[in-house]
Nanobody, 118 residues
């Protein structure tokens, strides 16, 4: 049973910073792409950033230059450093991972709330 456990959300003022972490645990052979998605109230879930096992990254245009995704393969952990936060970054942030064991499956974390006040 694979689990993704997120931490690091909270309330911050506009212009501030937060760092999200997501650790994968359980039985797995390898982790391919890891990423962060977010869902604001009344909106669809959207990709924020993703990173391959080799370190190639992809960002939503809205966060480029402000957010940085990274991962520690030895710890099966992905991070999202969020700087210069804006009120429109307010959302529930979900960790996502493509994990290979018997087959390649997609897993989600439980979500962590990020609230940016103006």
């Amino acid at each position: 049973q694979v689990q993704l456990v997120e931490s690091g959300g909270g309330l911050v003022q506009a212009g501030g910073s937060l760092r999200l972490s997501c650790a994968a645990s359980g039985t797995m052979f390898s982790i391919n792409v890891m990423g962060w998605y977010r869902q604001a109230l009344g909106k669809q879930r959207e990709l924020v950033a993703a990173i391959t096992s080799g370190g190639t990254t992809n960002y939503a245009d809205s966060v480029k230059g402000r957010f940085t995704i990274s991962r520690d393969n030895a710890k099966n952990t992905v991070y999202l450093q969020m700087n210069s936060l804006k009120p429109e970054d307010t959302a529930v942030y979900y960790c996502n991972a493509n994990i290979m064991y018997a087959s390649l499956r997609n897993y989600w974390g439980q979500g962590t709330q990020v609230t940016v006040s103006s």
